[in-house]
Nanobody, 119 residues
C-alpha cells in the first residue's frame, strides 16, 4: 500500500505562484510514474503533468511553460511548481501514483488540495 498526502494549495491572485507537494509513504519502492491531476468546478478530472522514475515528463498543453513537475526520490516527494496562475487553474489538485508491478496496475490517490486563483 502507498499513502499520498498533498499540501501547498491555497488562494492566490492571477499571475501568482504556488508550489504543491505530495508526500508518499508506505510501499514507495513500488511506485512508478507519478502524476498531478486536477478537477475544476463542474469539470472532469484532467491530467496536468506526469513524471516517470527515469524523469520523463509530460505536461498538458494548458500548463506548458507555466507549471513544472519534479520528484525528489530521496524524500519520496512529488512537486508541482505553478507560476503565472490563471483563474482557469482553479481546481482541486490530486496526486496520483501508479504501481506498475501489479496486474492491472494499482492506482493510488491523495485527498486533494484546493487551488483558487482570483481575478
Amino acid at each position: 500500500q502507498v499513502q499520498l498526502v498533498e499540501s501547498g494549495g491555497g488562494l492566490v491572485q492571477t499571475g501568482g505562484s504556488l508550489r504543491l507537494s505530495c508526500a508518499a509513504s508506505g510501499d514507495i519502492f513500488r511506485i512508478g510514474t507519478m502524476r498531478w491531476y486536477r478537477q475544476g468546478p463542474g469539470k472532469q478530472r484532467e491530467l496536468v503533468a506526469s513524471i516517470t522514475r527515469t524523469s520523463r515528463i509530460y505536461y498538458a498543453d494548458s500548463v506548458k511553460g507555466r507549471f513544472t513537475i519534479s520528484r525528489d526520490t530521496a524524500k519520496n516527494t512529488l512537486f508541482l511548481q505553478m507560476n503565472s496562475l490563471k483563474p482557469e487553474d482553479t481546481a482541486v489538485y490530486y496526486c496520483h501514483a501508479e504501481d506498475p508491478v501489479t496486474v492491472p496496475p494499482q492506482n493510488y490517490w491523495g485527498q486533494g488540495t484546493q487551488v483558487t486563483v482570483s481575478l
